[in-house]
């Protein structure tokens, strides 16, 4: 028997019921039927990173020293990315090897460089990436053989092609999800069956870009019937199976520009720069990529036009990431923010009128209302060292957005008023997600319980006999069917591994070499076109 875990990014149960309902997800349903599950809320922001460590470790962002793709480093004042060696924190998989057991990881995010484990690991989008709009062909997978073999047994790719994009969102971008959907599930099913793994892990994770896209419309539908198609392979053989979701998806009812509400409050200030002038003159990014898709010039162009030309061609929302950055007047500027929560002051903790402006924006932000219905535009504001526990916590971003019901959270400069009632994306990110435990070693109850993405981890751990670490913030979930081994023995208890255990020279010369720049704008670029950076 294997433990399986399917995880489905931004998967909830709201954007799913009607094809459940419909007898149209027949796999997912039958899973529901025999297993035990329901609403599985993650960290703060709710978004693909950090979540999927996040479930991979058993910890949150304050234990890990990650709270997103990126961070603002206001002293230097750049954006920094970050990858897989930035995660301070061993993950489940270390535990099972430690404890004589193989495991195998298929495409989950915030893998890249791939490390070496007793198994194997296979990188995931969106944040491996070599360069700007350029996949990667090597260096994807641990061990050699097993990248040899997904080469030039499957042709696998880690991200698609074309590549679905803000400007992008045709019949081509679609199926390209869609064929990337049923490789990695052939991906999973032939390493399965090949290297036979204790556990194996396979993030779904493109098919949340459509959710963005397209929210609940037909191409959303189609790839959740091909979700549910290809899961039927891994029921009925005697595994264990987990499915579950990093975070939820909304529909959007409003985008909030939070950097320009920080804007008109006087707490940011921006310089006239070129972004603008372009923008004026109706040149945009979203405008020369569909034209260099047209064209099919998307490669060349990436190579022979210099980067920082490039950067400078604002999108249509704005000026958004780095150029955020680069468009500031820094002496006049207070506070500035990410997407989808997280704000960053240009005060140090301890120096005069910082808790002040805090507690400032705190109110501000927490009064905000929709103009037309009066809902809440952020739930709740917290403060990063009061969200977060753990020796990373006062690493934290100097406030939290807890975003309110149906809204969107964009760092983009350029609007004219701070809410909108639509922008790029009508699929949003909220915390409200899925967890299905299915199998031998699991209760049939439905969806009746609740769960924090955190509690995973030590779910799986102690379902598979292994001890559960003593640092993490997760529990052991009572989801184990009354004669099961899991339901019979006692939860024990382990000393945490050191967190680069598996990490070598592979992933060192990975980590050195996977971007062109040294700079994490291939990263930045491949989550722009993806449109994470909205």
């Known amino acids: 028997m294997t433990t399986i875990t399917i995880g489905l990014d931004g998967a909830n149960w709201d954007l799913i019921v009607d094809w459940l309902d419909a007898g149209d997800l027949p796999n997912l349903a039958a899973l529901i039927d025999d297993g035990v599950g329901g609403v599985c809320r993650s960290c703060l922001p709710p978004i693909t990173v950090p979540n999927w460590k996040c479930y991979a470790t058993g910890k949150g962002p304050g234990k890990l020293g990650v709270f997103r793709f990126d961070r603002i480093d206001t002293e230097q004042r750049e954006h920094v990315f ?177 950097n320009v509400w920080l804007q008109r409050q006087g707490y940011l200030s921006v310089e006239r720069t070129v972004d603008g002038a372009l923008r ?16 099919g010039l998307v490669e060349t162009l990436s190579k022979v036009v210099p980067e920082r030309i490039q950067r400078v061609v604002p999108w249509e929302e704005g000026v958004k990431r780095d150029r955020v950055l680069s468009v500031l007047d820094w002496d006049a500027t207070d506070a500035v923010a990410s997407n989808q929560g997280p704000i960053y002051l240009t005060r140090s903790p301890g120096e005069p009128g910082y808790e002040e402006l805090r ?24 403060r990063g060292e009061e969200q977060y526990t753990g020796p990373h916590a006062d690493e934290a971003p100097d406030l939290i957005l807890d975003q309110g019901e149906g809204i969107h959270t964009s760092d983009a400069i350029g609007r004219e008023e701070p809410i909108a009632d639509s922008g790029v994306w009508r699929g949003g990110n909220m915390p409200e997600g899925v967890f299905v435990f299915s199998g031998p070693s699991f209760r049939s109850d439905g969806l009746t319980e609740r769960a924090r993405i955190v509690d995973l981890a030590p779910t799986l751990l102690h379902s598979m006999g292994a001890a559960v670490p003593d640092d993490l913030d997760g529990e052991v979930l009572d989801v184990f069917a009354p004669d099961s081994a ?49």
Not at 106 to 135: C, L, Q
Not at 359 to 382: Q, Y
Request: with cysteine; aromatic share 8%; glycine share 8%.
């Open 82 to 258: 970050h990858d897989a060696t930035d995660f301070d924190s061993a993950e489940l998989w270390d535990y099972l090897t430690d404890e004589g057991m193989t495991a195998g990881v298929i495409n989950k995010p915030s893998t890249y460089p791939p490390k070496e484990i007793d198994g194997f690991v296979v990188a995931g989008g969106p944040d491996a990436s070599e360069t700007a709009y350029r996949s990667l062909d090597r260096g994807f997978a641990t061990p050699d053989r097993v990248e040899r073999f997904l080469r030039e047994e499957l042709d696998y790719r880690v991200h698609p092609s074309p590549m679905i994009s803000p400007s992008e969102t045709g019949e081509a971008e679609v199926d390209a999800v869609l064929d990337l959907i049923d490789l990695r599930f052939d991906a999973a099913s032939a390493l399965l069956e090949r290297e036979d793994p204790d556990f194996l892990h396979l993030t779904v994770f493109y098919s949340m870009a459509l959710q963005h896209y397209f929210y609940d419309d037909e191409p959303v539908e189609r790839a959740w019937k091909r979700i549910d198609d290809r899961l039927g392979e891994f029921l009925g053989e005697g595994h264990d199976v987990l499915v579950m979701s990093d975070h939820g998806t909304c529909d959007v009812d409003a985008v909030f520009y939070v």
């Open 280 to 295: 004026r003159a109706g040149i945009t990014r979203e405008r020369a990529l569909s034209a260099a898709k047209r064209l």
């Open 359 to 382: 507690t400032e924006l705190i109110e501000g932000l927490e009064s905000l209302r929709h103009p037309e219905t009066g809902t809440p535009i952020v739930r709740s504001v917290r």
């Open 486 to 534: 899991a339901a019979e023995r006692p939860v024990r208890t382990r000393s945490p591994l050191a967190p680069d255990r598996g990490r070598d020279a592979h992933a060192a010369d990975a980590h050195d070499g996977g971007d062109a720049d040294g700079d994490g704008t291939g990263v930045e670029d491949r989550l722009a076109d993806l449109g994470y950076l909205e």
